[in-house]
């Protein structure tokens, strides 16, 4: 007689387990806590490896404190434009750098500021002499308000001009980069990657608040 109980073997319970388990949420998940996030998230540095690390709101806030010595620190959101500053012909010579982009930021654990320009290759870094970002502040005492590690100057230059200042936060620089990365043709871009550039910068132009004393502080 076959009986219509509900079979107790190993396999069975397995197939019924099978069935019955929720299908995985589809999306990005935080990097730390694996819970789900919108493509809008927020982002950690971890400060040794250098790499960025998307987050939950949750994750994002126990490392907003920037005095804090931790190990990870969260991206702020914050971009300001510097009406004034220029980078002359001869101090963007001295920042080695081959294309008219670049942004530059501080590793707190390297003690040094860094530059980086975009190229086929993604973001290479500039042999930046260690004097030529003290040369700048001085000139634009202005520019001294970046917080280490997670914001970045981003500096466009302009055909004879100094062209245009934005402070960033660092996420968006990786972001262009890699938009740029894609594009890129020849030594210059190419109209493409150019056209990429207008659009960001006009992007940014529209987030950003002019820079003020406070912001020093």
């Given at each position: 007689?076959?009986?219509?109980s509900?079979?107790?073997?190993?396999?069975a319970?397995?197939?019924?387990?099978?069935?019955?388990?929720p299908q995985?949420?589809?999306?990005e998940r935080?990097?730390?806590?694996?819970e789900?996030?919108d493509p809008?998230?927020?982002?950690?540095?971890?400060?040794?490896?250098?790499?960025?690390m998307?987050?939950?709101?949750?994750?994002?806030?126990?490392?907003?404190?920037q005095?804090?010595?931790?190990?990870y620190?969260?991206?702020?959101?914050?971009?300001l434009?510097f009406?004034g500053p220029?980078?002359?012909?001869?101090?963007?010579?001295?920042l080695?750098?081959p294309?008219?982009?670049?942004?530059?930021?501080?590793?707190s654990?390297?003690g040094r500021?860094?530059?980086?320009?975009?190229?086929?290759?993604?973001?290479?870094?500039?042999?930046?002499?260690?004097d030529?970002?003290?040369?700048?502040?001085?000139?634009n005492?202005e520019?001294d308000?970046?917080?280490?590690d997670v914001e970045a100057?981003?500096?466009?230059?302009?055909?004879?001009?100094?062209g245009?200042?934005?402070?960033?936060?660092?996420?968006?620089?990786?972001?262009?980069?890699?938009?740029?990365r894609?594009?890129?043709?020849?030594?210059?871009?190419g109209r493409?990657?150019?056209?990429?550039?207008d659009?960001?910068?006009a992007?940014?132009?529209?987030?950003s608040?002019?820079?003020t004393?406070?912001?020093?502080?």
């Amino acid at each position: 007689m076959i009986s219509g109980s509900r079979s107790t073997s190993p396999v069975a319970s397995l197939l019924r387990v099978t069935r019955n388990r929720p299908q995985p949420v589809a999306g990005e998940r935080c990097e730390m806590c694996a819970e789900s996030i919108d493509p809008g998230h927020s982002h950690v540095v971890n400060l040794e490896s250098r790499a960025l690390m998307c987050s939950c709101r949750a994750c994002y806030l126990l490392f907003s404190d920037q005095d804090a010595h931790l190990r990870y620190r969260a991206v702020p959101e914050r971009y300001l434009s510097f009406d004034g500053p220029t980078v002359d012909e001869r101090t963007w010579d001295s920042l080695q750098i081959p294309v008219g982009l670049a942004f530059l930021f501080r590793n707190s654990v390297q003690g040094r500021t860094i530059a980086f320009y975009p190229g086929p290759a993604g973001a290479t870094e500039s042999e930046l002499p260690l004097d030529a970002w003290d040369t700048i502040v001085e000139a634009n005492p202005e520019l001294d308000v970046l917080l280490p590690d997670v914001e970045a100057l981003l500096v466009r230059r302009g055909d004879g001009s100094g062209g245009s200042c934005h402070l960033v936060p660092i996420d968006a620089c990786y972001e262009l980069v890699g938009r740029l990365r894609t594009l890129w043709r020849g030594f210059d871009g190419g109209r493409e990657a150019h056209d990429a550039m207008d659009a960001f910068f006009a992007h940014v132009a529209e987030r950003s608040r002019p820079a003020t004393l406070d912001d020093r502080s």
